[in-house]
């Protein structure tokens, strides 16, 4: 238990955006694992309410690529997860997009502990329709976030956060 | 990276809900580094929208358990975290929902890492603005969820989720 303690926390601790990747294609176990991750996420009344569409292929990356200004980094990347919610199976729209968020932070802690790097881009939602027509998605698919993952380039990316006494209002 | 990517993924697949818990009150050092595990999740713009009330006193406790008929467990825990978003810092309620559905996941996680168990109450929020009157919540902060923490009885807990292939829609 004390490596494995130390293996989760480290992983939730260090795990920072990248945004830049090595020209090479992930590999389909990789890629396996990350979604595995992601469908192990809670979600209320067990309605898993996340739904995946996977692209490599360069010339549908590029058409995604230009619904949001972070496009260079889709191009760039060699897959893109894009996360849709089901609203047919959704109860509670709070709560639905709660459980997307875990399902995300899972997907981009495996990413991190399988040794990839990952960005998760909410800015594309303001085409999410778009976005859902290039990939034909279901009538009752909405777009929640795209994950680009790939060997990343470098590692130095920093970031900062509040104290948890910053966040604590009340302890009683 | 070998091991540590065995526990991550493990972690994420094997965590489970854990309703009952023994007798004992919570370590601190256990309880900070559930904290320090919420507070790294990913936000957009980095707004960092999660805010904690921690509670560990009984009447306090008690009284929350009356706002949701999973009562008995907020009863049973040692310690519960009341995360709330504050409104005044989201920008885009669905990206700060998932935010805050990342920082839970963080911390179920880092509950499972260090050997408790602990389960995300949703159903509560039907008496958010009571639970908001107990804590006396700054007016902008609004209830996202309850996370029961202590160490569990028993983890015999199963669970099932749709496989991968049912998950992807698209592969491109």
């Not at 279901?138 to 380039?153: C, D, F, H, K, N």
């Amino acid at each position: 238990m004390g490596e494995a303690r130390v293996a989760v926390l480290d992983a939730i601790r260090a795990r920072r955006s990248v945004r830049k990747y090595r020209d090479e294609s992930l590999n389909d176990e990789d890629l396996r694992a990350i979604l595995e991750a992601g469908r192990w996420a809670p979600s209320g009344l067990n309605n898993q309410p996340w739904r995946f569409a996977v692209v490599r292929d360069t010339k549908v990356k590029d058409e995604i690529a230009e619904q949001t200004r972070y496009g260079e980094i889709i191009r760039g990347a060699p897959v893109i997860i894009a996360v849709f919610m089901d609203n047919e199976v959704s109860y509670d729209r709070v709560k639905d997009c709660q459980s997307i968020g875990a399902c995300l932070q899972n997907m981009w802690l495996a990413v991190h502990a399988l040794g990839l790097g990952g960005v998760w881009i909410g800015e594309i939602l303001k085409n999410k329709d778009k976005v859902a027509d290039i990939l034909t998605a279901p009538e009752t698919y909405e777009l929640m976030a795209i994950l680009a993952v790939g060997y990343p380039q470098h590692r130095k990316q920093k970031s900062h956060r509040k104290s948890v006494s910053e966040l604590i209002f009340k302890e009683l």
